[in-house]
């Protein structure tokens, strides 16, 4: 499990591609960003409360209607983070997302001291929503789509 955005040569990720228009996009394109499976499901409410037709196996399209929405919910959740101050508030906000038992099951796999650095996986997470924050107003500023794909 990557804790960060990272380039198309890793496997069990979801792309986050910016190159289309409303009908297609070019697959793993240069300009796409990706994340590692695990990481993303830590986001999937608000890809699913932005655009109710979001699915994991298909592309999902978030035009201008659909962005700002995706931007809100991504907003509602770095507060979320950026409210932790202890372990046990992590373990809460985490355990309350979806797929956040998961997530929790791969951080212990990948460390098994987690708890002593538990800030440090914080401060990750809310560098990739800040990110994923960005890329969002990046597509709204410039009247971009983004499409969603897992692979």
């Not at 697959?27 to 109710?52: G, H, M, P, W």
């Not at 924050?133 to 709204?140: G, H, M, N």
Request: hydrophobic share 35%; proline share 1%; with cysteine.
């Amino acid at each position: 499990m990557k804790i960060e955005l990272f380039g198309a040569d890793n496997l069990n990720f979801v792309e986050l591609n910016i190159t289309g228009d409303n009908n297609n996009y070019r697959r793993c394109d240069a300009e796409s960003k990706y994340l590692d499976s695990t990481v993303f499901n830590i986001f999937t409410c608000c890809f699913e409360n932005a655009n109710k037709l979001y699915d994991y196996f298909s592309p999902t399209k978030y035009n201008s209607r659909k962005i700002i929405p995706l931007r809100n919910e991504l907003i509602k959740t770095v507060e979320a983070f950026n409210s932790v101050k202890s372990k046990e508030e992590f373990l809460k906000v985490i355990s309350d997302m979806s797929f956040g038992r998961e997530f929790m099951d791969e951080l212990e796999k990948k460390d098994k001291k987690w708890a002593e650095r538990w800030e440090n996986y914080l401060n990750k997470l809310i560098k990739v929503n800040q990110e994923l924050i960005d890329l969002t107003e990046k597509c709204a500023d410039e009247e971009r789509i983004m499409w969603v794909v897992g692979y």
